[in-house]
């Protein structure tokens, strides 16, 4: 048997996980692995992470249990103790592949998944606190002229109003087939909100990638990857948009994309200040790097309509391709993620990042730096959720496996 770094073939995985101890003790900056995904508990961790009353963590994975899977629902406990709560069978009637963030009510979990249901074009779903799913909605009830009416593969998870009426997005289907707004009542009433691409040019937007915010005045925001009427620097698609929805049913989109400095592909969700003033992220755009697409930017849009770039990704160690949503603390700072950056342009491994009111930026870490087999994660897809000062979050890819960890890290 040949020997490989001091480790046989047949050890290999053992002296991986030796390694990944090792190194998870000597990371920098705070920074430590939670848990580490595999065969057992789900493949690919997308969605931002939730966290109840107790410090415990709740997510999703878009493939596993098992090589046959297609998803998982797992808890985290404060102590690293994994437990899968719900593994999708691989059966249409269950769903599958979920890609969202979960949403916690009266302690059951409400999410979407990207496929499974009656035609296969995703489902809503209810998973009890006694590990019984139930199916509240399947998209595509009726296939219409080739078109799903209601929707099709929704990626993002939802939000809810005080009186628990469901919202979400799909990111297809639709008359127009470039996605949907959607409400679903406790009691099963679905109504589609709005259609994009019903306007010239799809000037109102096109495939809404993040989930919806839910505004301080009930108010819907949210944003779509393409769409906005501005071809000019993204002549395929065009550029994205961000948008609200009022309460009364009107639809407005408060700012259009223009691309190349200006930002393009919006697909985090938006958060909103005190003052009304809205955050979000571009994951293309801002700079002429990252293969002349741009690296991606933050940005601030004023109640007013005026948007403001707050930070330029430059694609090396301060990162590149932000999709998860930010967060905003009580003293203006604004914490993210990005996908790319801190290795090889454009792809890299991703960042946990900071940028102050002032829009300087701080680079908390650098995923796969001093870390050579990518042991802490790679590339993470996912915001971060903070609970009594740490924040937790999620990479898409890497670990001792290769598929996704769970990590921590002081707010600083």
């Given amino acids: 048997m040949i020997e490989t770094s001091g480790c046989f073939r047949a050890l290999a995985l053992a002296c991986a996980l030796l390694g990944f101890a090792a190194s998870s003790a000597q990371a920098r900056g705070g920074f430590s692995v939670l848990h580490v995904f595999g065969d057992a508990d789900g493949h690919y961790p997308a969605g931002s992470l939730i966290a109840d009353s107790q410090g415990n963590l709740y997510g999703t994975t878009q493939n596993g ?42 302690g059951d979990l409400y999410g979407t998944t990207v496929a499974g249901g009656r035609t296969n074009f995703g489902v809503v779903f209810k998973l009890s606190a006694d590990g019984t799913q139930t199916l509240l909605y399947q998209f595509c009830k009726k296939l219409k002229n080739g078109a799903c ?13 005080d009186a628990g009426n469901l919202y979400g997005v799909t990111e297809y289907g639709g008359k127009y087939g470039a996605g949907v707004v959607f409400k679903l009542t406790q009691g099963g009433a679905f109504t589609v909100l709005h259609q994009f691409c019903s306007a010239p040019q799809c000037s109102d937007g096109a495939y809404p990638y993040a989930e919806l915010m839910m505004g301080a005045a009930g108010n819907l925001y949210g944003t779509t990857g393409n769409g906005g009427g501005n071809f000019g620097n993204c002549p395929d698609t065009a550029c994205g948009v961000a948008f609200r929805l009022a309460t009364d049913g009107s639809f407005k989109v408060l700012y259009a994309f223009k691309g190349g400095s200006d930002g393009a592909f919006p697909q985090g969700a938006l958060i909103q200040d005190q003052a009304g003033n ?58 993210g993620t990005t996908t790319g950056g801190a290795g090889s342009e454009p792809n890299g491994y991703g960042t946990v990042f900071r940028i102050s009111p002032d829009g300087k930026q701080k680079v908390l870490h ?47």
Wanted: hydrophobic fraction near 30%.
């Fill in 278 to 335: 809205l955050y979000g992220t571009a994951y293309g755009g801002g700079s002429a790097g990252c293969l002349g697409s741009g690296c991606g930017t933050v940005y601030r849009i004023a109640p007013d309509g005026t948007k403001t770039t707050l930070y330029v990704f430059k694609g090396g160690l301060d990162g590149a391709g932000p999709v998860g949503q930010l967060l905003l603390d009580d003293d203006g700072y604004l914490y």
């Fill in 366 to 412: 650098n995923f796969c730096i001093n870390d050579g087999n990518c042991l802490h994660g790679v590339r993470p897809v996912a915001g971060l959720t903070l609970v009594n000062g740490m924040f937790y979050g999620t990479t898409n890819v890497g670990g001792p496996g290769g598929y996704g960890v769970v990590f921590q890290l002081p707010k600083k």
């Fill in 149 to 161: 009416p209601d929707g099709a593969y929704p990626k993002s998870g939802l939000v809810a109003d």
């Fill in 65 to 106: 249990v098992g090589e046959t899977g297609i998803g998982s629902i797992y808890e985290v406990a404060p102590d690293g103790t994994e437990t899968v709560l719900f593994g999708f069978p691989g059966s249409r009637e269950s769903g599958g592949f979920p890609q969202g963030r979960l949403l916690r009510l009266n």
